[in-house]
């Protein structure tokens, strides 16, 4: 008999990951929202869209990272969320904090100078975060040679945060700290050539050290079955989410209302992540990506024969506007159902071929129920339905005699 061979072992727990840990780190993370609040609004930088899409996203991120760590504290991801969402708000309240002690006037504020300090922090933050996509979903590296790269990106990341520091302590040594409305300093600091030409070094290898995180889970995936497979869908999904609304909400620039509500969309991400690493309803991102696919191609369609619809009728049919704008909006609605059930077929029969293949057995096998009348025949029928839609490992069916 061959031995079993050991299973790997899962990433080891800190004495201090603990799911008490991750709560009081998500009540820090709600006391930094707080502050937040309050800091924007004396620093007037507090409007009903700041707050809207402000509070929302970082609380998303938190909870995520709350939930994941307390049901798997052996899992880094779960505490990497938690301590991006921290190492943001930091630097945020105190750039806040710098405006209201250097702009606004209020100088009797103590720590001025180490809330200049802080937020030149935030590049830690953001050079966390792709850490999660690495180490999604489990935590564990798959090989030894990812060492040595994160290795390097901590060395790239530690000189960037080295630099972005030097600025906020040559103010401090000329006694010469200014801040703009945002909290960024206005202290002019020019960098030797060599270390210009670091500097470029430096953001290049992070940028490639991420592509590598990335072009790693698209590889991963396409070796992966199961579960893992799924789990590598969900983040799929959610980094495309966050990808195309982030494209979206920067061509709408100009409508800030609408590219700044577009960015509550970036929750997808720790939605998706939060799901594959829990399993919560692994197997339904084949029908979410079959309908949002599906609603997708509707959408481009029938806003495309809207238009088309409202330019015929105006240009070349001379229709008053508001006539033409009805009936172009009555067809749209009217070619809504049959497009989406045709489309959705295409879709299923394109993308999510399981579930198409499924429902076609399922619908075979009612339309063939109609007219049977053997019990026997229906019984073998049905488990070879089930066979075949679902594909178990032992199929039985018990039939009970009436009495």
């Not at 007037?44 to 307390?70: E, K, M, S």
């Not at 953001?126 to 901590?154: K, N, Q």
């Not at 000189?159 to 006694?175: D, H, Q, S, T």
Request: positive net charge.
């Amino acid at each position: 008999m061959h031995e079993a061979q050991p299973a790997s072992r899962p990433p080891r727990a800190h004495a201090l990951a603990s799911p008490a840990t991750a709560t009081a780190l998500g009540v820090l993370a709600l006391i930094l929202l707080g502050a937040t609040a309050a800091l924007s609004t004396l620093a007037h930088q507090a409007t009903f869209l700041n707050i809207a899409t402000g509070i929302p996203i970082p609380l998303v991120y938190a909870g995520v990272g709350v939930i994941v760590a307390r049901h798997q504290p052996r899992n880094p991801v779960g505490w990497i969320l938690i301590l991006f969402v921290v190492l943001f708000l930091i630097p945020v309240d105190a750039g806040f904090y710098a405006v209201l002690r250097y702009r606004l006037g209020y100088h009797g504020l103590p720590l001025g100078p180490a809330a200049v300090t802080v937020t030149s922090l935030w590049p830690l933050a953001f050079a966390l975060f792709p850490l999660v996509i690495l180490l999604f979903p489990d935590g564990r590296l798959t090989s030894r040679r990812w060492w040595w790269v994160l290795c390097g990106y901590t060395v790239a990341v530690g000189y960037v945060v080295a630099v972005n520091l030097v600025p906020a302590l040559a103010a401090e040594a000329a006694n010469s700290i200014q801040v703009n409305s945002s909290g960024d300093l206005t202290y002019t600091y020019h960098l030797a050539p060599a270390l210009g030409a670091l500097n470029t070094v430096a953001y290049l290898s992070i940028g490639v050290i991420w592509l590598s995180f990335v072009g790693h889970q698209v590889l991963s995936w396409r070796r992966a079955t199961g579960e893992r497979r799924q789990q590598l869908k969900w983040l799929a999904c959610g980094a495309a989410i966050t990808l195309c609304v982030g494209l979206l909400g920067s061509a709408l620039s100009s409508v800030l209302a609408a590219s700044r509500l577009l960015e509550l969309c970036v929750i997808a991400m720790p939605i998706a992540i939060g799901v594959g690493i829990l399993k919560y309803r692994l197997y339904d991102i084949d029908r979410i990506i079959s309908r949002t696919l599906a609603y997708a191609i509707v959408t481009g369609l029938l806003v495309g024969v809207y238009a088309g619809l409202v330019l015929l009728a105006t240009q070349v049919l001379t229709i008053k506007s508001p006539v033409a704008v009805a009936i172009s909006t009555l067809a749209a609605a009217a070619l809504f159902a049959p497009v989406r059930r045709r489309v959705q077929r295409a879709v299923d029969r394109r993308f999510n071929r399981a579930r198409y293949d499924a429902d076609q057995t399922v619908a075979a096998f009612a339309l063939r129920l109609k007219d049977a009348v053997d019990l026997e025949a229906v019984q073998h029928d049905l488990a070879g339905v089930v066979q075949k839609a679902l594909e178990p490992a032992h199929v039985s069916v018990w039939i009970s005699e009436s009495r």
